[in-house]
């Protein structure tokens, strides 16, 4: 999977659970719509956790989490 931006990754979620709710597609079709939905919700996982972890000026040291505040 290319990398997408957390907001793309997002959206492609909202559309693969539209398409999901409609019930017109096949057995085969929504399994694969499932595999990818997994692998968008850990890259937008993936992404919320190391935006957690970065530093918001010189002083916050590597470690300290910054969601905390």
């Not at 937008?44 to 530093?55: E, K, L, M, V």
Request: aromatic letters at 4%.
């Amino acid at each position: 999977m290319e990398k997408l931006s957390y907001d793309h990754a997002l959206d492609r979620l909202e559309e693969i659970a539209e398409q999901v709710r409609k019930k017109e597609i096949s057995l085969e079709a929504s399994l694969d719509l499932l595999e990818e939905s997994i692998q968008l919700a850990t890259l937008c996982n993936q992404q919320i956790d190391y935006t957690a972890w970065i530093p918001q000026n010189e002083e916050d040291s590597p470690g300290e989490d910054i969601v905390d505040r």
